[in-house]
């Protein structure tokens, strides 16, 4: 690899032989690497845009501009190390007691310090409406690591205190049912738990008094069901802080409907 004469670009080339152009910049010490281009006047236009950014403190994330050739990921994490002291590769400026993940210029999330680590060293990424990133080589769902399971339903399952889902600090989200097949509703003044299994329709488990019980008897109602014959890939509630035998004393005495008994192939 060699310098060309532009300040702040190298040129090399690809394995095929295409040449390409990298761009850096060093900024209170700290060598940062810009990124690769197919041209010099891009990579120099890049180090430029990025030495601006880092000298000038009124430039700021809305000051980003779609013409600009400095990646918009690479402008939050300089303008974060400008302001912060802190380099992140990844799209995030720290807050005083939480930090924003910019997604892109317009949509962003909140998360709580607590997750700056893991963030830090793995990417959001985005399929649709579904944001998750990689994990030890599986796809972990951004909102799984709240408990919230891919089949749970905001506003039933789950929901946001202040009604906003881009904000996910831990204080504002609050679980309503972890568990399959689980329902929490109010009866009397009191809260209960309705366990749902489905088989074509919707039917009706029983209502019990705990979230654990509940989610048992979602667990033995699709025992029943495959037992019954009915073949379907049932995926079974796992009941945190229950010991083996505390779980099958709950699974023996737990009374479901006759009707899950009555449902045949």
């Known amino acids: 690899?060699?310098?060309?004469?532009s300040i702040g670009v190298y040129e090399t080339t690809l394995k095929d032989g295409t040449p390409s152009f990298r761009a850096s910049i060093t900024y209170c010490g700290k060598h940062i690497a810009l990124g690769s281009f197919p041209s010099r006047k891009d990579a120099s236009k890049v180090y430029h845009e990025a030495k601006r950014v880092l000298n000038r403190l009124s430039v700021?994330?809305?000051?980003?501009?779609?013409?600009?050739?400095?990646?918009?990921?690479?402008?939050?994490?300089?303008?974060?190390?400008?302001?912060?002291?802190?380099?992140i590769a990844n799209p995030i400026y720290l807050e005083k007691k939480y930090f924003t993940y910019y997604l892109s210029k317009d949509e962003k999330l909140k998360f709580d310090i607590d997750d700056l680590f893991y963030y830090s060293s793995h990417k959001i990424m985005r399929r649709g409406s579904h944001l998750f990133v990689a994990d030890y080589g599986s796809q972990l769902s951004v909102l799984q690591r709240y408990g919230i399971n891919s089949y749970s339903v905001r506003g039933r399952d789950y929901r946001f205190a202040n009604d906003d889902p881009t904000d996910l600090r831990y204080e504002n989200i609050i679980i309503l049912n972890r568990y399959r097949g689980v329902r929490?509703?109010?009866?009397?003044?009191?809260?209960?738990?309705?366990?749902?299994?489905?088989?074509?329709?919707?039917?009706?488990?029983?209502?019990?008094?705990?979230?654990?019980?509940?989610?048992?008897?979602?667990?033995?109602?699709?025992?029943?069901?495959?037992k019954n014959g009915i073949k379907k890939n049932f995926s079974v509630n796992y009941v945190e802080d229950l010991t083996p035998s505390q779980y099958a004393d709950i699974y023996h005495r737990t009374k479901i409907s006759d009707k899950i008994y009555g449902l045949k192939v």
């Open 184 to 226: 929490q509703f109010a009866e009397k003044g009191f809260v209960r738990y309705k366990a749902v299994i489905h088989v074509k329709s919707n039917y009706v488990i029983g209502k019990y008094n705990s979230e654990a019980e509940a989610a048992i008897a979602y667990n033995k109602a699709a025992d029943i069901l495959l």
């Open 1 to 5: 690899m060699k310098k060309n004469n």
């Open 60 to 87: 700021d994330i809305e000051s980003y501009k779609p013409s600009m050739t400095l990646p918009f990921e690479k402008f939050v994490s300089l303008i974060n190390y400008r302001d912060k002291g802190m380099y």
